[in-house]
T-cell receptor
Framework: GAVVSQHPSWVICKSGTSVKIECRSL??????MFWYRQFPKQSLMLMAT?????????EQGVEKDKFLINHASLTLSTLTVTSAHPEDSSFYIC?????????????FGPGTRLTVT | KQEVTQIPAALSVPEGENLVLNCSFT??????LQWFRQDPGKGLTSLLL?????REQTSGRLNASLDKSSGRSTLYIAASQPGDSATYLC????????????FGKGTKLSVKP
Protein backbone atom coordinates (compact mmCIF):
# COMPACT_ATOMS: atom_id res chain seq x y z
CA GLY A 1 0.00 0.00 0.00
CA ALA A 2 0.89 3.67 -0.25
CA VAL A 3 3.33 4.85 2.42
CA VAL A 4 3.78 8.31 3.86
CA SER A 5 6.76 9.10 6.05
CA GLN A 6 7.46 11.99 8.37
CA HIS A 7 10.71 13.27 9.78
CA PRO A 8 11.49 13.77 12.55
CA SER A 9 9.17 11.57 14.59
CA TRP A 10 9.69 13.80 17.59
CA VAL A 11 11.45 17.07 18.22
CA ILE A 12 12.08 19.32 21.20
CA CYS A 13 12.91 22.94 20.58
CA LYS A 14 13.26 26.09 22.60
CA SER A 15 10.70 28.84 22.55
CA GLY A 16 11.40 31.34 19.80
CA THR A 17 13.18 28.95 17.47
CA SER A 18 11.86 27.44 14.24
CA VAL A 19 11.45 23.78 13.43
CA LYS A 20 10.86 22.05 10.11
CA ILE A 21 8.89 18.85 9.64
CA GLU A 22 9.12 16.85 6.43
CA CYS A 23 6.41 14.72 4.87
CA ARG A 24 7.18 12.34 2.02
CA SER A 25 5.07 10.05 -0.12
CA LEU A 26 7.38 7.10 -0.66
CA UNK A 27 5.82 5.12 -3.46
CA UNK A 28 3.33 7.40 -5.13
CA UNK A 29 3.00 10.93 -6.38
CA UNK A 30 0.89 13.25 -4.30
CA UNK A 31 -0.17 16.51 -5.87
CA UNK A 32 -2.10 17.28 -2.70
CA MET A 33 -0.85 17.01 0.86
CA PHE A 34 -2.56 17.91 4.10
CA TRP A 35 -1.25 19.00 7.48
CA TYR A 36 -3.20 18.22 10.63
CA ARG A 37 -2.65 19.05 14.27
CA GLN A 38 -3.86 16.90 17.12
CA PHE A 39 -3.96 17.96 20.76
CA PRO A 40 -4.31 15.30 23.47
CA LYS A 41 -7.72 13.64 23.45
CA GLN A 42 -8.85 15.90 20.62
CA SER A 43 -9.74 15.41 16.98
CA LEU A 44 -7.33 15.84 14.17
CA MET A 45 -7.81 19.39 12.97
CA LEU A 46 -6.90 20.29 9.42
CA MET A 47 -4.40 23.15 9.33
CA ALA A 48 -3.78 23.53 5.63
CA THR A 49 -3.91 21.87 2.25
CA UNK A 50 -0.98 22.16 -0.09
CA UNK A 51 -0.82 21.52 -3.79
CA UNK A 52 2.46 20.93 -5.53
CA UNK A 53 3.88 24.11 -6.94
CA UNK A 54 1.30 26.47 -5.50
CA UNK A 55 0.57 28.24 -2.24
CA UNK A 56 -1.06 26.33 0.56
CA UNK A 57 -4.66 26.94 1.56
CA UNK A 58 -4.96 27.52 5.28
CA GLU A 59 -7.97 26.77 7.44
CA GLN A 60 -9.60 29.56 9.37
CA GLY A 61 -7.66 30.48 12.48
CA VAL A 62 -4.33 29.04 11.30
CA GLU A 63 -1.62 31.66 10.93
CA LYS A 64 0.03 31.22 7.57
CA ASP A 65 3.04 33.32 8.57
CA LYS A 66 3.65 31.09 11.55
CA PHE A 67 3.09 27.74 9.89
CA LEU A 68 4.97 27.87 6.61
CA ILE A 69 4.14 25.11 4.17
CA ASN A 70 6.17 24.29 1.10
CA HIS A 71 5.15 21.61 -1.39
CA ALA A 72 8.03 21.81 -3.82
CA SER A 73 7.77 18.37 -5.39
CA LEU A 74 5.24 15.61 -5.95
CA THR A 75 6.68 13.62 -3.07
CA LEU A 76 7.68 16.19 -0.48
CA SER A 77 5.92 18.77 1.64
CA THR A 78 7.41 20.62 4.59
CA LEU A 79 5.84 22.40 7.53
CA THR A 80 7.95 24.98 9.32
CA VAL A 81 6.77 26.22 12.69
CA THR A 82 8.34 29.65 13.06
CA SER A 83 9.04 31.34 16.37
CA ALA A 84 7.62 28.37 18.21
CA HIS A 85 5.87 28.83 21.53
CA PRO A 86 4.87 26.24 24.15
CA GLU A 87 1.26 26.38 22.93
CA ASP A 88 2.47 25.07 19.56
CA SER A 89 3.39 21.80 21.28
CA SER A 90 1.25 19.20 19.61
CA PHE A 91 1.20 16.13 17.40
CA TYR A 92 1.47 17.08 13.73
CA ILE A 93 0.29 14.57 11.13
CA CYS A 94 0.62 14.89 7.40
CA UNK A 95 -1.46 13.13 4.81
CA UNK A 96 -1.02 12.66 1.10
CA UNK A 97 -3.63 11.99 -1.51
CA UNK A 98 -2.86 9.70 -4.39
CA UNK A 99 -4.24 11.33 -7.49
CA UNK A 100 -5.88 9.43 -10.26
CA UNK A 101 -7.93 6.27 -9.98
CA UNK A 102 -11.29 6.20 -8.30
CA UNK A 103 -10.62 6.41 -4.61
CA UNK A 104 -8.72 9.65 -4.02
CA UNK A 105 -7.84 8.01 -0.75
CA UNK A 106 -5.68 9.85 1.74
CA UNK A 107 -2.72 8.14 3.35
CA PHE A 108 -1.41 9.34 6.68
CA GLY A 109 2.08 9.69 8.02
CA PRO A 110 3.15 8.45 11.46
CA GLY A 111 3.10 11.94 12.95
CA THR A 112 5.65 14.25 14.57
CA ARG A 113 5.53 15.08 18.25
CA LEU A 114 6.64 18.68 18.78
CA THR A 115 7.49 19.89 22.27
CA VAL A 116 8.40 23.54 22.74
CA THR A 117 10.12 24.35 26.02
CA LYS B 1 -21.70 23.29 11.31
CA GLN B 2 -20.52 19.84 10.31
CA GLU B 3 -19.51 17.87 13.38
CA VAL B 4 -18.58 14.28 14.08
CA THR B 5 -19.17 12.78 17.51
CA GLN B 6 -17.93 9.49 18.84
CA ILE B 7 -19.36 7.65 21.81
CA PRO B 8 -18.05 6.37 24.12
CA ALA B 9 -14.83 8.31 24.56
CA ALA B 10 -13.22 5.28 26.18
CA LEU B 11 -14.12 1.63 26.47
CA SER B 12 -12.52 -1.25 28.36
CA VAL B 13 -13.56 -4.83 27.66
CA PRO B 14 -12.25 -8.31 28.42
CA GLU B 15 -10.66 -10.26 25.63
CA GLY B 16 -13.10 -12.17 23.44
CA GLU B 17 -16.00 -9.78 23.73
CA ASN B 18 -17.82 -8.38 20.75
CA LEU B 19 -18.14 -4.59 20.85
CA VAL B 20 -19.64 -1.64 19.02
CA LEU B 21 -18.21 1.82 18.58
CA ASN B 22 -20.53 4.62 17.59
CA CYS B 23 -20.11 7.62 15.34
CA SER B 24 -22.67 10.29 14.56
CA PHE B 25 -22.52 13.23 12.16
CA THR B 26 -24.67 16.31 11.98
CA UNK B 27 -24.88 16.76 8.19
CA UNK B 28 -26.14 13.69 6.37
CA UNK B 29 -24.93 14.87 2.94
CA UNK B 30 -21.72 12.94 3.23
CA UNK B 31 -19.54 11.70 0.39
CA UNK B 32 -18.03 8.85 2.38
CA LEU B 33 -17.13 7.79 5.90
CA GLN B 34 -13.92 6.21 7.07
CA TRP B 35 -12.83 4.41 10.21
CA PHE B 36 -9.20 4.66 11.29
CA ARG B 37 -7.09 3.13 13.98
CA GLN B 38 -4.47 5.19 15.82
CA ASP B 39 -1.93 3.61 18.13
CA PRO B 40 -0.37 5.80 20.85
CA GLY B 41 1.96 8.39 19.37
CA LYS B 42 1.41 7.02 15.88
CA GLY B 43 -0.30 8.03 12.70
CA LEU B 44 -3.54 6.69 11.29
CA THR B 45 -4.25 3.35 9.70
CA SER B 46 -7.33 3.15 7.53
CA LEU B 47 -9.62 0.28 8.52
CA LEU B 48 -12.76 0.63 6.46
CA LEU B 49 -14.18 3.16 4.01
CA UNK B 50 -17.90 3.29 3.26
CA UNK B 51 -19.21 5.26 0.32
CA UNK B 52 -22.43 7.19 0.85
CA UNK B 53 -24.33 4.72 -1.33
CA UNK B 54 -23.21 1.72 0.72
CA ARG B 55 -24.73 0.29 3.89
CA GLU B 56 -21.76 -1.59 5.27
CA GLN B 57 -18.23 -2.79 4.74
CA THR B 58 -16.45 -5.76 6.25
CA SER B 59 -12.82 -6.62 6.76
CA GLY B 60 -11.96 -9.66 8.85
CA ARG B 61 -13.37 -9.19 12.34
CA LEU B 62 -14.42 -5.62 11.58
CA ASN B 63 -17.77 -4.53 10.22
CA ALA B 64 -18.77 -0.94 9.68
CA SER B 65 -22.32 0.11 8.97
CA LEU B 66 -23.67 3.38 7.68
CA ASP B 67 -27.13 4.89 8.11
CA LYS B 68 -26.84 8.15 6.29
CA SER B 69 -30.39 9.32 6.92
CA SER B 70 -29.98 9.10 10.68
CA GLY B 71 -26.41 10.38 10.61
CA ARG B 72 -24.85 7.31 12.20
CA SER B 73 -22.17 4.75 11.67
CA THR B 74 -21.09 1.86 13.86
CA LEU B 75 -17.89 -0.13 13.93
CA TYR B 76 -18.41 -3.67 15.14
CA ILE B 77 -15.39 -5.61 16.36
CA ALA B 78 -15.89 -9.33 16.83
CA ALA B 79 -13.96 -11.48 19.29
CA SER B 80 -11.80 -8.63 20.52
CA GLN B 81 -8.10 -9.19 21.19
CA PRO B 82 -5.54 -7.25 23.24
CA GLY B 83 -3.93 -6.22 19.96
CA ASP B 84 -7.11 -4.33 19.11
CA SER B 85 -6.31 -1.84 21.87
CA ALA B 86 -5.98 1.57 20.22
CA THR B 87 -7.95 4.71 19.54
CA TYR B 88 -10.53 4.38 16.81
CA LEU B 89 -11.34 7.48 14.79
CA CYS B 90 -14.35 8.10 12.62
CA UNK B 91 -13.99 10.63 9.80
CA UNK B 92 -16.56 11.96 7.37
CA UNK B 93 -15.83 13.43 3.98
CA UNK B 94 -18.09 16.08 2.52
CA UNK B 95 -18.02 17.88 -0.77
CA UNK B 96 -17.05 15.09 -3.11
CA UNK B 97 -13.95 13.00 -3.61
CA UNK B 98 -11.66 15.96 -2.95
CA UNK B 99 -13.51 17.29 0.04
CA UNK B 100 -11.90 17.51 3.46
CA UNK B 101 -12.17 14.89 6.18
CA UNK B 102 -13.82 15.89 9.44
CA PHE B 103 -12.71 13.76 12.36
CA GLY B 104 -14.34 12.75 15.60
CA LYS B 105 -12.34 12.75 18.81
CA GLY B 106 -12.08 9.00 18.82
CA THR B 107 -12.90 6.11 21.11
CA LYS B 108 -10.00 4.75 23.13
CA LEU B 109 -10.39 0.98 23.32
CA SER B 110 -8.62 -1.20 25.84
CA VAL B 111 -8.95 -4.98 25.55
CA LYS B 112 -7.82 -6.75 28.71
CA PRO B 113 -6.28 -10.22 28.42
Amino acid sequence: GAVVSQHPSWVICKSGTSVKIECRSLDFQATTMFWYRQFPKQSLMLMATSNEGSKATYEQGVEKDKFLINHASLTLSTLTVTSAHPEDSSFYICSAREEGGLSYEQYFGPGTRLTVT
Amino acid sequence: KQEVTQIPAALSVPEGENLVLNCSFTDSAIYNLQWFRQDPGKGLTSLLLIQSSQREQTSGRLNASLDKSSGRSTLYIAASQPGDSATYLCAVRYGGSQGNLIFGKGTKLSVKP
